[in-house]
């Protein structure tokens, strides 16, 4: 009974904390920064490139469903220490 009663201590003990708080925002504007860049990008090159809007949208959705399934791993689950 013991190890449950620290460990939910210390899990909102850790979420609370500034460190945790900096590593959400910092992780938050990497994300922006990323997909808003990509979504720039392939504007930029459907705008010259006189593409279609279906080649646009699959492009775009392909990119940021590229860049979830990279970064999904680095975030540690709720349960693990």
Known sequence: MTEDGRESTRSTRGRSSPRWLVTVAGRLLTDL???????????????????????????????????????APWVPRAGSD
Do not use: E, K, M, P
């Open 33 to 71: 920064v990323i997909v808003g860049g990509w979504t720039v990008l392939i504007t930029l090159l459907t705008l010259s490139s006189n593409w279609s809007r279906v080649q646009f949208y699959g492009l775009l959705f392909i990119g940021i469903g590229c860049y979830v399934l990279v970064t």
